[in-house]
């Protein structure tokens, strides 16, 4: 079931579904935040719609907003940049989302735990350049922005500009 969401998702029919922005409860006075903003991908609710939050939402208060009842453990957890609705045993809760769904969404993967295919789906990179950009980061271990890359053979300021558009550092503590 969920390999053919994903390949109706790839083919682009459901390109139009909306963005919505929910607001939770706890919401700070100055939304929308000077920070990009956190994305949930809600494919568990009947809607199937991507909703943003400001940064620093907790999972908890995303999900009770949705109406959902999120289960003890994930209350107090912060968002990722961008993360799934699943449904529990014992209620809602929120899991990272996967690089190729983020591919899918339009969100940009997470650098840190990217693979060398992921890489390879950027426009302009090509086999070599991706080994190389991978090969630099399992050294690095965690890299603190994208434009460390500028150290990596094949990459200068023109490729570095289309790695941006594509790659971002999840947030750390989030």
């Known amino acids: 079931m969920l390999i053919v969401f994903l390949m109706v998702l790839a083919a682009g029919r459901y390109r139009a579904w909306s963005v919505r922005t929910i607001l939770p409860g706890d919401t700070p006075a100055n939304w929308p935040p000077p920070e990009d903003v956190r994305i949930v991908d809600a494919t568990a609710t009947p809607a199937e719609k991507l909703v943003v939050f400001p940064q620093g939402t907790t999972a908890g208060a995303a999900l009770e907003s949705m109406g959902l009842i ?31 769904e983020r ?6 993967m997470d650098l840190n735990s990217v693979s060398i295919d992921d890489l390879i789906r950027i426009p302009g990179i090509g086999p070599r350049t991706a080994d ?15 434009d460390k890359l500028l150290a990596v053979r094949g990459v200068g300021p023109h490729r570095l500009k289309v790695l941006d558009e594509y790659l971002e550092i999840e947030g750390e503590g989030m």
């Open 103 to 108: 591919w899918i969404w339009g969100i940009p």
């Open 70 to 100: 999120p289960i003890a453990p994930v209350k107090k957890k912060y968002l990722t940049r961008a993360a799934v609705v699943v449904r529990g045993n014992a209620g809602w809760t929120v899991r990272p989302m996967k690089q190729n």
């Open 132 to 146: 190389g950009i991978f090969n630099f980061i399992v050294k690095r271990v965690w890299l603190p922005s994208v």
